[in-house]
Structures are given as structure tokens and as C-alpha cells.
């Protein structure tokens, strides 16, 4: 459904494109083997030690191609349905910045490694919302450019501004789509379906507040008055790292650039696009500059870089590779697996419990079930633990283990978290971890009936007993605590229900 504005006597109809730049997680840097802000290993580096000589642009310096960083961008393309070239080349694209050392980027510009693509996308986060097909230009690799810091360490107030190299020689993947989203709604949905596919691959952590994916949006908006069409000039809104800012900055275009229109007519043109930035305090785009044309840029051919080849068999390799992807995942654990719509986006959006649960999977355990301890159970404990699911200790057949205990009513939910505390410890089967600790319940009749005649004797109890013999039966859980109290947390609690309703009569 189009996005709407305010101004109901005009037709209007959003048109949007993305350029998504997405950091590589590769070791080293694109053309250098400086080691890489974007890998976790080295996040928390300090500013200006993660430069050598290329880098830093030195003269007689020469640049060598990361083979990493393209085997990465190959499977983003193969994932977003694109035909890999098998030859491309280098390009310098010239501009002056304080954060950029060479005084140019390299990057590719008539021949990309990744071109015409396109990758289904669900329209809203809506349970069973349509999809729709974004189509792709191009996805190609470039380096990133450094980082100008406006604060001092810690947030303190300066009066410049302070150069980060550490950013710069990152490998960067920038992906191209046509202007194909007609509402926020869509555009963020893309960067969600993206992000997801990247960190799926591996080829990126994802994290926005580093950096690791940067989306600029291009904006424009096509207005129908008096049979006559118009379209404004397209905007591109530069280096918006959340969700939230995508969709903010997009819904704020969409009215800003039907208001200019009706105030000065100004329509596209050559020459007429300019780039704004976001202000997240003020919630309006702030203009920054006209756009650049590519001529402007300069592009030539680097002389310092051979011709990139792909060759076929190794293509063939990492098209066998190749994992589900999100949407197809989605789609097998709801349809399939029959799983809830929530529980399954949640095991995708972590690619880390996902991969996990598809090893929970292969020991033919309830799917459902297996999911719900994962998600309450293992997400809790490795972000109170600060480690990745895999890395807890418990195995996949500990966790089916404790499935095969709940669905057989010998342990309860509370002892079923326990439980799983105790198998991220041992390597002791979950059985036999749920006996060394009393965790079991005890659904033995002739064990239970002792503790609720118990308490159906006991005066404080007659409130409840009378409620339940006259049909209340939510009175019951009045009584469940003092039986679980006697018999130490053991009682299954739908046996002593059962039971108390049939010495009750009802």
C-alpha cells in the first residue's frame, strides 16, 4: 500500500531507491593486511592503530586485493540473485576529504563484481504480510573512507574536528537497488531482509551503531494535479545507521518534497540532486551539498591493480555453498515446522541460536518445544553470559533431552529452565541431571495423594474447596502452592489438578 501525506487534493506516489553500504568482517583490510575495524577482534581498537602504509596512502605504497572480501561480496550477490562478472576492474574515484588519505577511493565503476539482481522481500513486519521483489543494479566492492570525529574521548566537547583512520580501507559492499519501495514501511523492511542475509552469510555482524551497514536512500516523489505529472528532484539522505532513522527520514522527505514542490515548482533536472543528512534530535533532513555527477568523481582505471577474474569452477563452489536464506527459513519453520510467526523471525534475526536450532533439528526433536527453549531459555543465558548459544556447553541432545522430559510431563517449565542451566555445566544427560537435582515431578498418585488430603483438610483451604466444588475451577492454583510447597516444587501440577477435582466430585 503507497505511503501517504498530508496533502489528500494531490496525488502523490513515493518513489525510493537504496544504496546500502555494508562493511566486510574479512581480518584484514580490501587492499592492505592492516588489520580491520569491521572484525570482532578488533572493535575496540584505539583510534589510529589500525594503519600501515597503504593505508595511510605513503608514496610507493601498492595495494593488494583481499581474496576474502570478494568471495564474501560473491555470496551477498549469489544471495540477492545477481550475475557475478566473471572480469572486472578497479577504478579511482577521485574527491577530497580530510578522512580520506590517498585522496581517492578505490572502487569499481563501469564494471561491478555483482550486477542485476533481485530479492523478495516480506511488504510490512505483519504475520503472513505479501512480499513484493526489489530489483538490484549492482552490488560492488570499494574501500571505506575513515571516520571525522566532532567529540573528544569519553563525549567531550571540542572545537574540531579529530581524523580516525582505523575505518579507513575497510572492505566495503555497496549495493544499488532501482527505485522500486513506495512507503518507509518497505524500505526498512529491505535493510531488515538485508542485514539478515549478511550476518546468515557471515560476511557481517550487522551491528548499525558501528557501522557495519549504512543506508542512503534516494527520494523522490511523483505528483499527478490537472491531468499533468511533475516529479521532484531526487534526494539522497547520507549514512543513516537504525531502522528508525531510515523510516523517520524517508516519512520526512515524502512531505518535505511535496511542500517545496507546491512552494517553488521546482522539478527534476539535470544537476537539480542534492544529498541531505539526517538530524535524529530535530527529526528533519538538513541540506548538505548539490549532488555529485559520476563525471565529477574523475573514475580511471587504477594502474596499480590487475583485472579481477572469477573463476567458473570456484564460482560453482560457493554457488554449492550457499545457506537458506532468511525468507525461505521463515517460511519452512512456519509452514513446515509450524512454528508461530514471532518465534520463527526471532530465531532468524539471531543467526547464531538459528544455526543452533537447525543442529536441535537434526536430533529429531519437537520442534516447537525445542524453539521455546531456545528462545526463553538459551537467548537468556547467552546474553547474561556475553557468549554466542554454541558456546553455552549444552548440546543439541541435551536440549532434546529436556524436551522429551516436558513433553513427557516429568519435569515442569521452572525445573525445565534449571535444567538447562545445569547441561550448559555438564556433559551429563538431561535425565540424569534432572534426578541429581530433584527436578523431576512426581506424578505418582499414591505419592501426591498425601500432600492434598493435606491440604483439603486444612480450615484455611475451605474458601477454595467450596469455589471449586461450585465450578470455579481457577480456585485450584489457591491450593497448587501449599501442595508444591509440601512435596518440595516434585508435584506435577496436572496430576494433583485432576486429582483434586476428582476427590471434589466435579
Known sequence: MPATTTHEALKTTLKVGMEIHVQ??????????????????????EPNTLTDPVVLGMPGVLPVINREAVRMSIQVGLALGCRIAKRTKWDRKSYYYPDLPKNYQISQYDMPLCEEGAVEIPTSDEPGAPTKNVRIIRAHLEE??????????????????????????????????????????????????????????GVSEGIMQKGHMRFEPNINVIIEKDGQTYKTPIVEIKNLNSFRAVYNAVAYEYE????????????MASGAKSTRGWDDIKMVTVLQREKEEAHDYRYFPDPDLV???????????????????????QRRYVQDLGLNPKDAQALIDDPDVCRFYEKVLATDVDAKRAAALLLNYGAKRANERGVNIDDLGITPGQVKGIADLLAA?????SAADQLFGHCCDSDETAEALAEKHGLSQVSDTGALEGFIDQVLSDPKSAKAVEDIKAGKLKAVGALMGQIMK?????????????????????
Open 256 to 267: 518535505r518534497q511535496v511542500d517545496e514542490w507546491l512552494e517553488t515548482g521546482k522539478v
Open 24 to 45: 566486510l568482517a574479512t581480518r584484514s583490510k580490501m587492499f592492505t593486511s592492516a588489520p580491520n575495524v569491521a572484525h570482532p577482534d578488533y572493535y575496540d581498537a
Open 409 to 413: 510431563d516429568k519435569i515442569g517449565s
Open 144 to 201: 571505506d573512507a575513515g571516520k571525522l570525529l566532532h567529540e573528544g574521548p569519553g563525549g567531550a566537547a571540542i572545537d574540531h574536528s579529530i581524523v580516525d583512520l582505523n575505518r579507513a580501507g575497510t572492505p566495503l559492499l555497496e549495493i544499488v537497488t532501482y527505485p522500486d519501495f513506495e512507503t518507509p514501511e518497505e524500505v526498512v523492511m529491505f535493510g531488515q531482509t538485508l542485514r539478515n542475509i549478511c550476518r546468515h552469510l
Open 486 to 506: 509440601l512435596s518440595k516444587g516434585q508435584a506435577n501440577p496436572k496430576v494433583v489438578t485432576e486429582m483434586i477435582k476428582q476427590k471434589l466430585g466435579v
Open 307 to 329: 583485472e579481477l577474474n572469477v573463476d567458473a569452477g570456484w564460482l560453482d563452489e560457493l554457488q554449492a555453498i550457499q545457506p537458506e536464506l532468511p525468507l525461505d527459513l
